[in-house]
């Protein structure tokens, strides 16, 4: 973009908006300034999308400039394939997030979207952060407004549900934060790419990728550290929830793939089998609890952790086809999981309840309202022709070329979320209406934030090739680098025995299941 410091104004745009919100006029004002912001910063991210080179590797649009020298710290930003989507995701969601909350939002109007725009730039910061102090403090700076959020507009249970949330977290990122001392002593800096050209001892990898590993499944959430989730979002309002259902989620799985496998290869791959084992329960598991909920909101964020298991299994699977699958879910969950929590918000508003009992035979009156509820629930249980299936089925081809059983036992995850997304879209849709109500069907404010969410579901379900190609060549690249540092460790590390380490029996799994 010739020169132009497009990811600074990505995440600058927004602060500068939310230091402007205190000065406006409450109500509406508040409403439509934010809304004005959230629209530029979607307006910025065209020429954003269409610069980028899909066959480049490397990180593009990079800016690095002098932080603290002394320390050995930079203000260092770019994006590769593998964050590109997720930004373009935040930056998509912000004013459609200013609209689900338009009516349902009616106090604390100044914080409430003080704390969205505050949000939106400190997720663009982690995905878009080349230095690790920086990225610790975006990744820091984001659950001080999700925090609010839940605390301040969330339901009954709000607080018990916002201070599990916080304290979960700062778990995690107080053992991530252990991992990048670590990193920055043995390595001799902050930077990411530098650390990424280095090989690591295995010991060294084996206890770095604990602390990482476990701060990110928290985050993801993974079993058994999932029970933070449900509550945050059943308690949260509506935009909460899909911020941290399409953003916040994902930064976990953005951790792994952009931290544990290129910092840590060889203990990634030694770990591998545990976490493929507890991505699988996970998906089994979230699809039974999912399939057991009443609640539709409960639901959905149970649905959550077996999606999210899809991901972290194609992640460690170490294959081409297995990490496209893993991105692509990223991104597929976001647009979906976004869209069934904003219907959920939109009925709320009309029935005042989220029990499914409560509605009942929305198809007679809403028909345009369960088209929606339709096409996000048969993306959610991956219909073939919507984006879900193209991730779903890319990372369940990876898990069978890795290993036939471990494919064979993720098919179940399938077959549930079928099971719990066919129950819940055949109630609400045919299900007999347990009062004399009927509502009023979606309106020109709700098509309009939902409208955008149903186009990604079937451009992407039948186009894919572009998302693709996107993530192509920084995946490549990233699995080359992990076989030629295994390499390294293999030929260096003296005692393998002593950790049941193989790295030749490993490197050869991983070259025959490409």
């Not at 300034?33 to 991210?45: H, K, P, R, S, Y």
């Not at 390499?487 to 490409?514: C, H, Y």
Request: aromatic share 14%; hydrophobic share 55%.
């Amino acid at each position: 973009m010739n020169g132009f410091p497009i990811l600074s104004t990505l995440i600058f745009l927004p602060l500068i908006g939310a230091a402007i919100l205190p000065f406006l006029p409450r109500g509406n004002a508040v409403r439509v300034f934010t809304l004005v912001v959230g629209v530029v910063e979607t307006i910025l991210a065209i020429p954003f999308a269409s610069d980028f080179h899909l066959d480049m590797a490397g990180f593009q649009y990079t800016e690095l400039l002098p932080w603290a020298p002394q320390w050995g710290l930079n203000y260092a930003l770019g994006v590769d394939g593998i964050s590109f989507l997720m930004i373009l995701l935040t930056v998509v969601l912000l004013p459609l997030c200013v609209l689900c909350s338009w009516s349902y939002i009616s106090s604390r109007l100044k914080e409430f979207h003080f704390c969205l725009l505050l949000m939106t730039s400190a997720c663009i910061g982690v995905f878009a952060s080349l230095d690790f102090v920086l990225f610790y403090l975006f990744w820091e700076a984001m659950l001080v407004p999700m925090y609010l959020l839940i605390a301040v507009w969330g339901g009954p249970d709000r607080r018990y549900a916002s201070l599990k949330f916080f304290l979960y977290t700062l778990a995690g990122s107080t053992l991530l934060l252990v991992a990048i001392v670590a990193y920055a002593i043995h390595g001799g800096s902050f930077y990411i790419p530098d650390l990424m050209n280095k090989t690591y001892p295995f010991n060294f990898q084996f206890w770095t990728f604990l602390a990482m590993a476990l701060a990110f499944a928290i985050k993801v959430p993974m079993f058994p550290f999932h029970t933070w989730l449900p509550a945050a979002h059943v308690e949260a309002p509506t935009a909460g929830s899909v911020l941290l259902a399409s953003v916040l989620l994902k930064m976990g799985t953005y951790g792994f793939l952009r931290f544990c496998l290129p910092l840590a290869p060889a203990a990634s791959q030694y770990f591998a089998p545990f976490m493929i084992a507890i991505s699988i329960i996970s998906i089994i598991y979230g699809g039974f609890l999912a399939l057991g909920q009443k609640d539709m909101k409960k639901l959905i964020a149970y649905s959550s952790v077996g999606h999210m298991g899809f991901v972290t299994l194609g992640i460690f699977m170490f294959n081409l086809r297995g990490v496209e699958g893993a991105l692509m879910q990223m991104l597929n969950h976001g647009i979906t999981t976004g869209g069934l929590f904003m219907l959920v918000g939109a009925i709320y508003e009309r029935s005042h309840s989220r029990q499914i009992k409560d509605n009942l035979g929305l198809g007679k009156y809403l028909p345009a309202y369960m088209f929606f509820f339709g096409l996000f629930s048969l993306s959610s249980l991956a219909f073939p022709g919507t984006n879900s299936f193209v991730g779903e089925a890319l990372v369940l081809i990876g898990a069978f070329k890795r290993n036939l059983w471990v494919g064979a036992l993720a098919i179940p995850g399938a077959l549930l979320a079928a099971a719990y997304m066919l129950r819940l879209l055949q109630k609400l849709a045919w299900g007999q209406p347990s009062t004399g109500k009927s509502f009023v069907d979606l309106n020109a404010r709700e098509w309009i934030y939902l409208a955008p969410l149903a186009i990604f579901v079937i451009y992407i379900g039948l186009a894919p090739t572009r998302a693709l190609r996107t993530m192509d060549a920084s995946i490549t690249h990233m699995l080359d680098s992990m076989r030629a540092k295994t390499e390294v460790v293999q030929s260096t590390t003296k005692t393998p025995q002593q950790l049941s380490f193989n790295a030749a029996k490993i490197v050869q799994e991983v070259r025959d299941a490409d």
